[in-house]
């Protein structure tokens, strides 16, 4: 008897346990499927992900349930789906008569956009392709919108995609710390600095620039935004009880916005052995600008850079400015003092 209760119990657990995606597609169905929109208790007591745990639930599990239908519908607007809120006309902000709804005729792709099976099998592709990664939840969403839009998903195709791994042991914890909006600790190491320094902050987005990933962050002890270099993490992100701020909702747009300005006013002048690797790489950098014999070099971060331009060696000089020409000299001379 007691197995069979256990077995029962199991079963009703497995039928809760709806992933996200499948859960925010489910609610974008719903809400496309009607006209007047639907209240929040029509959501949760009917659409799969919701119901399965709603008749059941107590006042606490109710309001656990609600919470997650409000991250839901955030993450949805995230997506680009225009999820609409409509007041009860002489109950405005009554949140219990409010209704949702999905207006089909902002939703929907240009009439001179369609996607070709091939097109739609590389889309999913390279949503697939983070699955094993610290990018799973955006790659998530990004399938559930393709599939919102009708567009099938081939699953003999997407078991052929390739799995990429970000190299910062810091980013996982940061994206889940984001994704439960949770602050976090972790020690920092600046430029110049002998010994790291333990940050409190509050995760706000996590963005890749030139290749490299970023943290822009609300620095607690200094109450301002910070962006921090991953691989400056130099010990164990650890998760706090507080909670995090609450990001903008285009929060990582905004820091790539921010990192692509630091990066166009962001230069150095070097100049490099023609026909030698670093006259290649440097010449075909991206925002790299020649002027005669000089290269104009941007970057977001000139303590990176100096550590790449002291790999070329003898193959590069540094015109400019000082500081960068100085800590390309450093790097060299540790060199020296390391190996003879």
Do not use: C
């Not at 059941?56 to 225009?82: C, M, S, Y």
């Not at 791994?165 to 972790?186: C, G, K, M, N, Y």
């Not at 190491?189 to 490299?212: F, I, M, T």
């Not at 630091?262 to 070097?270: D, H, N, P």
């Amino acid at each position: 008897m007691a197995a069979r209760r256990s077995a029962r119990a199991d079963a009703a657990s497995a039928r809760r346990r709806v992933p996200p995606e499948q859960r925010q597609f489910n609610l974008i169905l719903a809400l496309m499927a009607t006209d007047q929109g639907l209240t929040k208790h029509d959501i949760l007591s009917t659409v799969a992900g919701y119901s399965e745990r709603f008749e059941q639930a107590d006042d606490k599990e109710r309001t656990a349930l609600e919470r997650q239908f409000e991250r839901d519908k955030e993450d949805v607007r995230e997506l680009g789906v225009p999820l609409e809120t409509v007041d009860q006309p002489g109950a405005e902000g009554d949140t219990r008569l409010q209704r949702y709804r999905i207006p089909k005729s902002q939703y929907r792709l240009p009439d001179d956009v369609e996607f070709s099976a091939e097109e739609v099998a590389l889309l999913s592709l390279a949503g697939q392709v983070w699955r094993e990664g610290s990018l799973t939840e955006r790659s998530r969403r990004a399938l559930t919108k393709l599939r919102a839009f009708g567009h099938a998903v081939e699953s003999s195709v997407i078991g052929f995609a390739p799995s990429i791994r970000t190299r910062e042991a810091a980013h996982d914890p940061l994206a889940d710390a984001i994704d439960r909006r949770r602050q976090v600790s972790f020690p920092y190491l600046k430029p110049g600095l002998a010994e790291p320094e333990l940050r409190r902050v509050s995760p706000l987005a996590l963005v890749n620039h030139e290749g490299r990933w970023h943290l822009h962050a609300h620095d607690e002890a200094a109450d301002a935004p910070r962006t921090f270099l991953l691989r400056r993490i130099v010990g164990t992100v650890r998760a706090e009880d507080a909670p995090a701020r609450a990001p903008r909702p285009d929060e990582a747009a905004l820091a790539q916005a921010e990192l692509q300005q630091l990066f166009e006013r962001t230069t150095a002048t070097v100049v490099a052995r023609p026909g030698s690797e670093a006259d290649v790489v440097l010449r075909n950098r991206a925002g790299t600008v020649v002027e005669g014999e000089a290269l104009i070099v941007r970057t977001t971060d000139l303590a990176v850079l100096a550590d790449e331009l002291a790999a070329f060696g003898a193959d590069v000089r540094v015109e400019g400015p000082e500081s960068v020409r100085k800590a390309v000299l450093a790097r060299w001379r540790e060199v020296v003092r390391a190996h003879g």
